[in-house]
């Protein structure tokens, strides 16, 4: 677990033209369930299907169509609350909240306002070493997606998409215990990397599987430490709503803008008007979209087509006891059992697909050496190459077997680079490349010794430098190596070295 003796971070703090401001933000995260159906019926889930290819006649809103709970949804919920440390509620409930859209047949989106199925939770934010911050999860509650409307397709008509409707989502909502753009985005990474460890969400964004509605206000210091004493919300600022960000560097950009222009209006003597706005990226600006609703706007009342869900401790006990070992936990098991630092530990463990690969190459061999070809030669060439660990020409097996051939000094470390390559290139078994191309290093101390003492001879007036600077000795050590093809043993040739030049 995460050392609970971490700094909080400081509070983003802007200069306006009468004094400082802090930012207080809260996220409202849309996380798409990970299951082949939809919430209330069979219909499939996938993702780039024809358009109104995958909707049942309930999702359609067809008269005499009954939702029926999908049970999967409903676990996949309990491990998520279960992953943020949150309180499971054996009972819950569904609610309508009604508005118009045209991609909503139904008129109203089934959700739950009142008894949400996930109460309060946490997350552990990290910003640097040592410091950290704690953002508690007020509620998680299941709800259907909307359709998606297209504007784009011809001049004069919409179309609309319904493949969506009903898709379940859990809405995640954080309490305001956010203090800047960095931390908002990092918040989003961490939430994101959880999701993907449990196999409750699958993350992406660009989908729009994972998206987030930010909520910005901007009050006086001291301000956010009077609300944290007394819970009054009347310490904070108005806060407004951007809705459906899927980009982290968006979510920033949209915050220190929508921060800025709160602080000009109340500079001016105006006041905020609680509302919706979206981003636009290409202006680098928020804009309003509508006012903010509240509860009583969406009539909510409870869906007299389900009855309380009610589900039974020990089913919620059979969900906990087959949980994943999570980021948090994973990355203090590898900066203890394998000597990792921190650093390493984090990006090794940031993506489940990264830390598994990781775990096969450490598997049964030294910890920093497999971090160091993971993360130095496979990362960097992946990021290079525009891959994946899912698509990566080298196995976990290969990579551990150069780390083998390594430690058992049939290769050096230069030659372990020219064998990365070919697997890169050609594949194959490591061992079988090195015997059948003669790739193994030189250990017959006889053979370096003669390569040594034929450089040595061939070069007097080196030998006179690297007796009045012993620095000058690693010339010889890499004409050796050269001469030898790079097979040679460097350790053998540095001792060699240092002995014949009396270093």
Sequence with gaps: MLDLTYTAPQPKVIQGAQGEWELVIGLEV???????AKLFSGASTRFGSEPNSNVAFVDAAMPGMLPVINEFCVAQAVRTGLGLKAAINLWSAFDRKNYFYPDLPQGYQISQLYHPIVGEGEVIVDMAPG????????????EQDAGKSIHDMDPTM?????NRTGVALMEIVSRPDIRGPEEAAAYVVKLRQILRYLGTCDGNMQNGNLRADVNVSVCKPGDYERFQ????????????????MNSMRFIQAAIDYEARRQIAILEDGGSIVQETRLYDPDKGETRSMRSKEEAHDYRYFPDPDLLPLEIEQAWVDDIAASMPELPDEKKARFVRDMGLSEYDAGVLTAEVENADYFEAVAAGRDGKMAANWVINELFGRLNK?????ATSPVSATQLGGVIDLIADKAISGKIAKDLFEI???????????????GMKQVTDLGAIEAAVDQIIADNPAQVEKAKANPKLAGWFVGQVLKATGGKANPAAVNDLVAQKLGL
């Excluded at 704690?134 to 299941?142: A, G, S």
């Design 423 to 437: 697997l890169w290139t050609e594949g194959g078994d490591p061992a079988a490349i090195v015997e059948a191309r």
């Design 385 to 389: 190459e525009g891959l994946t660990i």
């Design 30 to 36: 849309h996380a798409q369930v990970a299951s082949n």
């Design 229 to 244: 004493e007394t819970g009054d919300f009347g310490h904070l600022g108005t806060r407004c709503e951007i809705k459906n």
């Design 131 to 142: 410091i950290a911050r704690r953002v508690r999860i007020e509620r998680i509650h299941l």
């Design 158 to 162: 919409s179309f609309v998409d319904l």
